[in-house]
């Protein structure tokens, strides 16, 4: 009973019983204001109403600023006064007036919350989008997103997802250090955030997680922050917030290290001869191989067309090109799957590779379906949801088994595109003047390199001369054993088909 009498200060128990609530309240923020001061949880723990989450409190401002702006600034501010007379300390409009019953409801509900500090922070998110000086990450996000869709491939947006997941992730571990705390979905976390929220020192420590906590090599955390770059970017541009840059030089140094790093290491190269017959004499039919006439083929088509692996793993039966007029029949890499907007392009065929498509096409066509896939294999995975996920990993397996170990970090895939700019290369010494640069250039989709050719040439060449430049590399650049390899695979593809 003393200690009733000391904390509600009254005999009377009626009094005592309503005095009680608010008595409660003053001990828990009292105590809650304690254990925020030493970094622990407060006697709530971390639950809080969901109204009161971050992306709900962006959603109340947003909401709430929209009322205000829809608000007249014509306002009678009480009855019984003269036309144009306003009563002392009323509003002078209706905008005036909507605000300060905004500000009452707002600092309401921050009163319910658990703790002071989380009713601090409802009030400074809603209020801070009310008065637009918080500008939520989310709707910028989505802005930039479909403005970048217009100038990059699709193939190259995951990209982009993948920079704003890591910076999420980042932000969250960050935040639940300082503060403690648990947040399930870091991605919504950091898009209901205030891009005036995050300081230059919180960016600045970024790279170091992604080179310690996720254990990035510094050119992979170079892309990731060249992704938040260009959007920081953005925003200047869009007048959303003033510069500089956050993110400008902050590329300079893993470059610097990461070429560091590569001192002294083998580079990645062309198979050479030996490699290439190795692989393309090894016998598919092994169980060991399950992959294994999809590796054939794809092999071959990667070595005669320069193409990338998922472009190739990706292709339908729309993508199979037949110029009226041509000799060769071709295959299309379309925006979906290139790395870039000069990756968009046709291939001629090789002879030695035509039956491969032929035979898949006619598969492909049997199903009926307008697009359906010629290496239905490849089924999408990964992050990007890329044909060419699966089968690399099987293809990596597939070069182990033939080369060996040894040959990790040294060739890839990549390495047939590799030959075939080579090979391409030793055509156009030998005389075949349709493989030079510029039109190897285009075959493998990469952008030219001068001025002149981007500004006062064609953008396309004529058939013909894709044409004769891959004639002319098979005949003049390829070595004549991988030739006579491949020309016995197409003689023996003919015949099963048969």
């Known amino acids: 009973r003393q200690e009733f009498l000391k904390s509600l200060q009254t005999h009377d128990k009626q009094e005592a019983i309503r005095r009680r609530g608010p008595a409660l309240d003053a001990l828990r923020t009292q105590v809650n204001g304690r254990l925020e001061a030493i970094g622990k949880k407060p006697l709530s723990g971390d639950w809080v109403p969901d109204w009161a989450t971050p992306e709900k409190a962006i959603e109340a401002g947003l909401r709430y600023r929209q009322q205000i702006e829809q608000a007249s600034e014509d306002y009678d501010p009480a ?42 922070r409802y009030f400074k998110t809603v209020m801070g989008v009310v008065d637009g000086t918080t500008t939520p990450l989310g709707p910028l996000l989505d802005r930039w997103a479909t403005e970048r869709s217009r100038t990059i491939s699709k193939a190259a947006l995951p990209m982009d997802k993948t920079a704003i997941k890591q910076f999420s992730v980042y932000l969250v571990e960050h935040e639940s250090l300082r503060v403690g705390g648990t947040i399930k979905d870091s991605v919504q976390h950091l898009r209901a955030k205030g891009l005036e929220s995050l300081e230059p020192r919180v960016l600045g420590g970024f790279s170091e997680w992604l080179l310690d906590s996720a254990g ?32 400008d030089g902050a590329t300079r140094a893993l470059k610097q290290q990461a070429a560091r790093q590569g001192v002294g290491k083998p580079k990645r190269r062309e198979f050479s001869e030996s490699e290439l017959l190795a692989l393309l004499k090894a016998d598919p039919d092994q169980r060991r191989w399950a992959w294994g006439q999809a590796i054939r083929d794809l092999m071959a088509l990667a070595l005669l067309t320069g193409a990338r692996e998922n472009e190739l793993c990706s292709l ?44 898949r096409l006619a598969a492909a066509i ?20 890329k044909r060419g996920y699966y089968f690399s990993k099987r293809f990596t397996e597939f070069r182990r088994d033939v080369l060996g170990a040894a ?49 006062y ?42």
Request: glycine residues 8%.
């Open 366 to 385: 049997a199903t009926g379906e307008p697009d359906a896939p010629l290496f239905p294999e490849c089924k999408p995975g990964g992050p990007a949801g």
């Open 79 to 120: 009855e019984g006064l003269n036309p144009g007379e306003a009563a002392e300390g009323a509003p002078e409009s209706e905008r005036e007036h909507v605000r300060s019953v905004v500000t009452d409801l707002v600092l309401e509900a921050s009163e319910e919350l658990p703790s002071p500090a989380d009713g601090t």
């Open 457 to 498: 040439m064609e953008a396309e060449m004529p058939w013909p001369i894709y044409e004769a430049a891959i004639l002319g590399m098979v005949d003049k650049g390829l070595p004549e054993s991988v030739r006579a390899a491949l020309n016995q695979k197409a003689h023996t593809e003919t015949f099963k088909d048969r």
């Open 216 to 247: 990035l090599n510094p050119k992979t955390v170079a892309t990731r922050l060249s992704s938040l770059k260009m959007f920081w970017d953005w925003c200047i541009r869009k007048h959303i917030i003033s510069g500089p840059n956050p993110w």
């Open 407 to 455: 040959s990790d970090g040294l060739v890839t895939f990549h390495s047939f595109r590799k030959c075939f700019g080579t090979f391409m290369r030793r055509a156009a010494v030998a005389g075949v003047s349709e493989c030079q640069l510029s039109v190897a250039q285009k075959l493998m989709g990469h952008k030219p390199q001068t001025i002149t050719e981007t500004t």
């Open 316 to 359: 339908t039966v729309d993508r199979a090109v037949q110029v009226p007029g041509a000799e060769l029949l071709g295959i299309g890499v379309i925006e979906e799957d290139a790395k870039t907007i000069n990756s968009i392009r046709q291939v001629p065929l090789h002879p030695l590779v035509r039956p491969i498509i032929e035979r």
